[in-house]
């Protein structure tokens, strides 16, 4: 390969392990010239988020690197992000049985079994997943390779890090790089046309607040979703409709393969009541 022809971005994915248990994961798509420091800073992230779960140290990390070419790469912008003003784990579950009943009349997925999988996710036999399940219409929960989809291949601009990490100072749940990870991975998987919806609680005892992102409204945190020292979480995809074998190997190419480049954000909006938050629940074609 000639110098011209050299990639001008390179996708860094670092996941940290103890034996073949998934610890911790973090990635981006950066220029040649941030290269070695993102390298050492997700380094670093494999080492020090590890030390915050009880299983630290971990047993290896792997760092993967891949060029990446501009015609491949999709431009989307971050979802929307919005945090529920609670003050208890039962004032939160009281807000999301009440989203589910919203989700169901929008995208047809019953309240009921919504509410049974993300109870599910945080039972103590639950065992967590690296990546997540599907959760089609008629609710037969979809785990394809037995681990779950991980979503892959994805980077933000480095200012529009920044700019939220700092914003999110002031939030009720708190700001920080846990954040700003799963607000890249809940964005690229509304992107996909076919997904309504995306549920996620960290599995790491420590981090009580989740997130519910919803089609048509955005990134909603939640706080004290979970109970504190409760080592369970998972994520679940919500689809639009009952896919078919070929729809579904496209939502996982997308999700675990396409590389995309958060070049733009919307606005972080202040903590809402209940009310104000489910307002926003409405019909979507987009
Ligand atoms: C994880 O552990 O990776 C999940 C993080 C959830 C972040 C929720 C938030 O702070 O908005």
Sequence with gaps: MSR????????????AFLEKKHLAGGEDI?????????ILELFD???STSSKNPLAPPHSINIRIDPVHMEEIRNIPL?????????SHEKTWAFLKKAFE??????????????????????KDHTTLSGASLLPPGGEQLTPDGTGIRVTHFGIRPGLRTELMQESAVHLAGSGRRFIEALQISSK?????????????SDNPDYTTGYLSVRGV????LPFVKHPGLPSGGRIIGIRKSFDQATLSEIIHYLTEVPVLFTSRNPLHPPENDDDLL??????DG
């Design 279 to 284: 307002s926003r629940f409405q019909a979507t």
């Design 30 to 38: 950066v220029d040649t010239s941030s290269l070695p420091t993102r």
């Design 45 to 47: 992230q494999g080492m």
């Design 218 to 221: 955005g990134y909603i945190r």
């Design 102 to 123: 919203r989700m169901e009349a929008i995208f047809g997925t019953p309240a009921m079994v919504t509410y049974r999988h993300a109870k599910n996710l945080l039972s």
């Design 4 to 15: 011209k022809e050299l990639p001008a971005l390179y996708s860094i994915r670092m996941r």
């Design 189 to 201: 998987i509304l992107s996909h046309q076919e997904t309504a919806f995306e549920l996620c609680f």
């Design 79 to 87: 979802l929307p992000v919005f945090c529920l003003k609670s003050t």
